[in-house]
């Protein structure tokens, strides 16, 4: 009987482990943008809508890193880890990170630990207050 329950064990293992190869992972910035997100009457508040679409696992663990970098290259980082059982939609509000006129750019790197290591990225480009208006960098 024991050599049965062992054999069995081993069996499962190698299912889950095969099955889990198909996982995959597709972060998107929606959209992101400024504003006064907290009421101190000052537009120097990001906004960034993430959707991170999820398949072939029944749960997933993930490194979730999110970099907002400015025009002068001075960046803010934010890393979590989340654990979830379905797809994620994520609103983010940075507080008085838009300082500065020009192009904003907003990364999301994701290393998935479900069927193995593997990664993913999404960036989106915006740009917030001050430059010259009617586009082009620093335009808005």
Request: net charge negative; glycine share 12%.
């Amino acid at each position: 009987m024991k050599k049965f329950s062992i054999f069995l064990i081993l069996l499962l293992s190698f299912t889950l482990v095969g099955g889990a190869d198909d996982v995959t992972v597709n972060p998107t910035i929606d959209y992101a943008n400024y504003g006064d997100f907290d009421g101190d009457g000052f537009e120097d508040d990001v906004y960034i809508n993430v959707t991170i679409d999820l398949s072939g696992a029944n749960v997933y663990n993930f490194q979730y890193i999110l970099t907002l970098t400015l025009p002068s290259g001075l960046f803010y980082t934010y890393e979590f880890t989340i654990v979830t059982d379905s797809n994620l939609v994520l609103h983010h509000y940075l507080m008085d990170h838009a300082t500065e006129p020009g192009w904003y750019n907003v990364d999301v790197d994701i290393t998935m630990k479900t069927g193995g290591i593997s990664h993913a990225h999404a960036d989106y480009i915006f740009d917030p207050p001050g430059g010259t208006p009617g586009g082009g960098p620093g335009g808005g």
